[in-house]
């Protein structure tokens, strides 16, 4: 069984290097990290505890029939999608997130193997604080790596695992995602970029926020450090289209 939030799409992928690619989403329930900012807070916060983590402060409903926890067979899972997209004759990616997918990696295989032989990209997105199995790792097509900062509200002790992150650089599939709400969060890139040896090359930084206009400020401030040492810069497409709609 799966633990499933939501099944989604066609959308666009809104972040990082796949960004404007065509796609679906499977979004598993459960993180194991606490983000103030997160945009899926409906994937984790069902507890007062955990509630009070986030910004908002507020507590989803883990049995809310839209977002909230769903045991899935793969079978099922599989059927959904093929109510939004024909996987099987027009493969597109179906990006797996979360939540943390890769807490999942076991039940996510028998999935992973029908969409990965008919032809479907796999993308993963993860905080890259759990390494992939190697029977995982076959059937992934890109790792979308979003390591996260102090400013997640995380204690480092958490939310930093650079033996994790070093099996995903090594994979050669992975591309990393940092998400800076001021230019001063760089040298907290840096100093990650450098200890764990990510490749410059594949990094970028992306602004926090939940409206374009907070998106495109932030940007304005990042985008030049962020340039001048290496890392490219990803906006968060979707919230320009749709605001911060959990079904787009
Ligand atoms: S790692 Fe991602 S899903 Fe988990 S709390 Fe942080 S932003 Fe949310």
Redesign the pocket.
Known sequence: MIRISQVMGPTVQGEGSAAGRHCLFVRTFA?N???GF?D??Y??AVTDQKAAKTRSGHKYDRNDPAYGEKLMEPEKVLDRLMTLWDVEKRPTIIVVS???PMMQQQALVPLLERLHGWGNEIHIET?GTIAPTTGFDALVTQYNVSP?LAN?GNARSKRYKPEALAVLRDTGKSWFKFVVTHEKDLAEVDLIVADAALPVQRVMVMPEGSDGRTNITTAQQVVDPALARGYGLSFRTHVFLWNDDPDR
């Open positions: 993180c990290l606490e983000c997160c899926t807070a994937t984790w979360g939540g943390e905080a996260k997640s």
